[in-house]
């Protein structure tokens, strides 16, 4: 077996950070003015946001393990990315997420029961984008990035001042599709933020294998400017999300965020990362925990995070108990189901594969009635 690596944060580059792990705020000309406007409540809301997010997750892998959901991906360690930069968008905004931005859909106002029923399987999709301003999870690796890209196009030749942003991790950023999103943004100009969120591990591979260099740097290259953020610090996030979203909205085009944080856990519950990577290399992220981070800013303000922190966790444990008892409710759907939310206009091409499909179903429908007339004819004719 391979010997576990350490992940390396890639070339120490700088990065964009507000508050350090020690919960110090630093002074910064340029991004500063982004977030001027956060004061101890804003920021409170933040933790909460962030501690909802964690708790969830976690009801998401203990679901998994009891046999409730058949997949999990966890999002631990990677709240401030998700929480900072959802916060920054406006209502219009449009959201293509990859199958980890749990703590995004939360944002923009998806149920846990809903995010759960792609995984519990008993639908393909737990909410109607179009309500929500985002995408339903995207599993094909980098697939997002262009359909973001494609969107923001069609929002700026609509004279819209919405943007979209894309979120992936850094082992997407080898997909031809991420490559081809940020050429087609770049040359059209298009009003989308690009989010990658640097976790260090494509599933078990460590980013410096991916890039021998920041990939924010790659930016460059198509044209675009990027920024490297501390990812576990919620307000550098929320600052260069508000600043880079800003610049698409008044036609100065994309950006690519490089959010470097950690996934704490697997890559999903059916990962272990024990195979590829240290416990030591854990333990430093541990260490530079975004929740923590942002407690430890919130009592150098004098807030009293004691009792932010109960009520935060009370929250948290109400929507785990809410979360669990809806999961266990949700039941399977009519198998031709799956063709219901296929076009917004029915046509005859899915018609006839919705009929054959229907036939298909029937050949076991018959299988059984004959099995039973068989097992009735054995036992001496019908019961």
Same mark, same amino acid.
């Given at each position: 077996?391979?010997?576990?690596?350490?992940?390396?944060?890639?070339?120490?580059?700088?990065?964009?950070?507000?508050?350090?792990?020690?919960?110090?705020?630093?002074?910064?000309? =340029?991004?500063?003015?982004?977030?001027?406007?956060?004061?101890?409540?804003?920021?409170?809301?933040?933790?909460?946001?962030? /501690?909802?997010?964690?708790?969830?997750?976690? !009801?998401?892998?203990?679901?998994?393990?009891?046999?409730?959901?058949?997949?999990?991906?966890?999002?631990?360690?990677?709240?401030?990315?998700?929480?900072?930069?959802?916060?920054?968008?406006?209502?219009?905004?449009?959201?293509?997420?990859?199958?980890?931005?749990? #703590?995004?859909?939360?944002?923009?106002?998806?149920?846990?029961?809903?995010?759960?029923? +792609?995984?519990?399987?008993?639908?393909?999709?737990?909410?109607?984008?179009?309500?929500?301003?985002?995408? +339903?999870?995207?599993?094909?690796?980098?697939?997002?990035?262009?359909? #973001?890209?494609?969107? %923001?196009?069609?929002?700026?030749?609509?004279?819209?001042?919405?943007?979209?942003?894309?979120?992936?991790?850094?082992?997407?950023?080898?997909?031809?599709?991420?490559?081809?999103?940020?050429?087609? #943004?770049?040359?059209?100009?298009?009003? &989308?933020?690009?989010?990658?969120?640097?976790?260090?591990?494509?599933?078990?591979?460590? &980013?410096?294998?991916?890039?021998?260099?920041?990939?924010?740097?790659?930016?460059?290259?198509?044209?675009?400017?990027?920024?490297?953020?501390?990812?576990?610090?919620?307000?550098?996030?929320?600052?260069?999300?508000?600043?880079?979203?800003?610049?698409?909205?008044?036609?100065?085009?994309?950006?690519?965020?490089?959010?470097?944080?950690?996934?704490?856990?697997?890559?999903?519950? %059916?990962?272990?990362?024990?195979?590829?990577?240290?416990?030591?290399?854990?333990?430093?992220? *541990?260490?530079?925990?975004?929740? %923590?981070?942002?407690?430890?800013?919130?009592?150098?303000?004098?807030?009293? &995070?004691?009792?932010? &922190?109960?009520?935060?966790?009370?929250?948290?444990?109400?929507? %785990?108990? !809410?979360?669990?008892?809806? +999961?266990?409710?949700?039941?399977?759907?009519?198998?031709?189901?799956?063709?219901?939310? /296929?076009?917004?206009?029915?046509?005859?091409?899915? =018609? *006839?594969?919705?009929?054959?499909?229907? *036939?298909?179903?029937?050949?076991?429908?018959? =299988?059984?009635?004959? !099995?039973?007339?068989? !097992?009735?004819? #054995?036992?001496?004719?019908?019961?």
């Amino acid at each position: 077996m391979t010997p576990p690596r350490q992940a390396v944060l890639t070339k120490q580059a700088p990065m964009v950070q507000l508050i350090d792990e020690a919960g110090s705020r630093h002074p910064d000309p =340029e991004f500063d003015p982004w977030v001027r406007d956060i004061g101890p409540a804003e920021l409170t809301a933040l933790h909460r946001d962030m /501690v909802m997010a964690r708790r969830l997750d976690a !009801e998401g892998t203990a679901l998994q393990r009891q046999g409730e959901l058949g997949l999990w991906p966890p999002l631990a360690g990677q709240e401030a990315a998700q929480i900072g930069s959802a916060r920054a968008l406006h209502p219009d905004d449009f959201v293509f997420s990859s199958y980890r931005e749990h #703590a995004v859909a939360w944002c923009r106002g998806v149920t846990p029961t809903e995010l759960m029923q +792609v995984w519990r399987g008993t639908a393909l999709s737990g909410w109607d984008p179009a309500e929500r301003n985002m995408a +339903v999870p995207q599993i094909i690796i980098g697939a997002q990035a262009l359909h #973001a890209t494609g969107y %923001a196009m069609g929002a700026a030749w609509d004279g819209s001042d919405s943007a979209a942003i894309a979120y992936f991790g850094d082992g997407a950023t080898s997909e031809g599709d991420v490559s081809e999103a940020l050429v087609f #943004a770049a040359s059209f100009n298009a009003p &989308v933020v690009f989010f990658c969120q640097n976790n260090q591990w494509a599933i078990s591979e460590p &980013v410096d294998l991916q890039s021998k260099q920041p990939l924010a740097q790659r930016a460059a290259g198509f044209g675009m400017p990027g920024v490297r953020v501390d990812g576990n610090d919620v307000l550098a996030v929320m600052a260069a999300t508000r600043r880079a979203l800003d610049r698409a909205r008044h036609g100065a085009g994309p950006t690519l965020i490089e959010a470097v944080t950690y996934r704490l856990g697997p890559h999903t519950t %059916a990962d272990d990362p024990t195979r590829y990577r240290t416990e030591d290399d854990a333990r430093v992220w *541990r260490d530079r925990d975004p929740i %923590a981070r942002v407690r430890a800013a919130l009592a150098a303000t004098g807030s009293d &995070v004691e009792a932010l &922190v109960r009520e935060a966790d009370d929250a948290a444990a109400r929507a %785990a108990m !809410e979360l669990r008892a809806g +999961v266990t409710s949700l039941t399977e759907r009519p198998p031709l189901s799956v063709f219901d939310h /296929v076009y917004a206009e029915p046509n005859s091409q899915l =018609e *006839r594969q919705r009929a054959r499909y229907a *036939r298909y179903l029937d050949l076991f429908e018959a =299988e059984d009635e004959a !099995e039973a007339e068989a !097992e009735d004819e #054995a036992e001496g004719g019908p019961r």
